[in-house]
């Protein structure tokens, strides 16, 4: 497990290193960032709002590099009643206790690559597709008010993102996009020897849909 997480690194070191080298490369410093805002429905989290933004180096008229982020977060409350009153003119108030709160934070932080393709000659419209690959970050929370219990737990893994999507622009540097795409990735934590000399982890399948969009402003 151990080699297989060196890998993972060396991979994405590779791919940051390779994004870098193409904007030394890069005669002219034409970038664009893109800031996309949407949902994302892991495996075994529930579905909540994820925003990102990318910085990408433009290579040419069809393919751009860069570095994205991504912000993953979702709060589950178990509340309960415990009174209720009526006042005048009809309104009534509820008297609740906070007795647990679970919270999910999901950082992905990715090396991308994107290839656009013009729809037709007349219209100011692209199709376009993105791939992506770095290490992904969880961190989950948890409340216990009633037992005065507060845990923390961070799991961290390898993955991909891969999307398809449709741009159009609306200005000279701007643009607005949606798109349809797929988050890749298993984080684990605990990974250690039992007592047969076997490994063992904990593991969380954040891998799930994701449907986005946004604005990118720059070089189209």
Same mark, same amino acid.
């Given at each position: 497990m151990i080699s297989k997480k060196v890998t993972y690194l060396a991979l994405s /070191? *590779? *791919?940051a290193v390779f994004v870098f080298q193409a904007t030394e490369a890069c005669a002219q410093a034409l970038?664009?960032?893109t800031i996309k805002l949407g949902m994302l429905n892991p495996k075994d989290a529930k579905s909540g709002f994820v925003i990102g933004a990318t910085y990408n180096i433009i290579i040419d008229e069809t393919l751009d590099l860069g570095l994205g982020l991504d912000v993953y977060r979702k709060t589950y409350r178990e509340e309960q009643m415990v009174a209720t009153k009526e006042? &005048?003119?009809g309104i009534n108030e509820t008297t609740k $206790? /906070? &007795?647990m709160e679970f919270s999910s934070l999901i950082l992905p932080l990715m090396a991308n690559i994107?290839?656009?393709m013009p729809i037709s000659e007349y219209t100011p419209a692209f199709v376009y597709v993105n791939g992506a690959l770095g290490w $992904?970050?969880?961190w989950n929370t948890e409340n216990n008010y009633g037992e005065d219990k507060k845990e923390s737990r961070f799991y961290s893994g390898?993955?991909?993102m891969a999307g398809v999507g449709l741009m159009y622009q609306v200005g000279r540097r701007s643009a607005i996009i949606a798109e349809v795409g797929y988050n890749g990735c298993k984080v684990s934590r605990n990974r250690t020897e039992n007592t047969e000399g076997l490994p063992v982890w904990d593991e969380i399948n954040i891998s799930g849909l994701m449907l986005r969009a946004g604005i990118r402003m720059g070089i189209m």
């Open positions: /070191l *590779l *791919l970038h664009a960032t006042y &005048e003119m $206790q /906070l &007795e994107n290839v656009k $992904q970050m969880m390898f993955g991909w």
